[in-house]
């Protein structure tokens, strides 16, 4: 006899960007779920068979769970229109690295503050995809000054979406061998890339440290 759905589940979406990389990570932090759904296929692609099955899934009163909130996608676009619909099926959005709101017993409040740190979390993740074009762009004119940059040499072009999902990862904090696991990017030539670009993490997890500290006065 099947597992019958309870009227209030957790639904679980996995993503990485090619059939290369593994799910592994993902699918083990969301164990205490009900029902995961996964695609291995970029976040840029508007073909995701399972996220759109897992949309078709889902009822009211249901929490999506993710990993990371670019899970669902790459872009505040993607994303808006995803968790728009998440929340015209009566469900909610559960992103497992941002703060927990389980102690708040009014659902709306709940819902409320819940959706503002996802906001917040979405302007703070575009705001540093901007810094590092900005800091690429930099980092090429500093090494052409230098004599330094070789551009028809590169093995990773600059919108490579390996290499930006390499940058993205970083920044959350994961290691060069994570980085090197989830990309394929040898630990070695990652670390070349983000000396090139000017990549750095110390400045976003102060500022992250710092929202943290104000939502928790709050």
């Known amino acids: ?90 469900a909610t959005l559960e992103v497992l690295n941002l703060p927990s709101m389980n102690g708040i017993d009014d659902e709306n409040l709940r819902r409320l503050i819940n959706n503002l740190v996802i906001e917040l979390y979405k302007y703070q993740a575009e705001a540093e995809r901007k810094k590092f074009k900005e800091r690429q762009q930099q980092g090429i004119k500093i090494a052409k000054g230098k004599g330094k940059f070789q551009g028809g040499k590169r093995k990773f072009e600059e919108n490579d979406p390996r290499l930006n999902l390499a940058f993205d990862l970083y920044l959350k904090g994961y290691t060069d061998k994570e980085v090197e696991e989830q990309t394929g990017i040898n630990r070695r030539t990652f670390r070349r890339y983000r000396q090139r670009y000017n990549i750095h993490r110390d400045k976003l997890k102060k500022h992250l440290n710092k929202n943290q500290s104000q939502i928790n006065e709050r």
């Open 1 to 90: 006899m099947g597992i019958i759905k309870n009227n209030m589940s957790k639904i679980g979406y996995a993503r990485v960007s090619s059939k290369e990389q593994s799910l592994d990570r993902q699918l083990e932090a969301l164990e205490h779920v009900f029902k995961v759904f996964s695609d291995k296929v970029s976040g840029q692609s508007t073909k995701r068979p399972q996220l759109k099955a897992m949309l078709d899934y889902i009822r009211e009163g249901d929490i999506v769970v993710v990993t990371e909130l670019d899970r669902l996608g790459r872009n505040n676009k993607d994303l808006t229109t995803i968790m728009n619909e998440i929340q015209q099926k009566g």
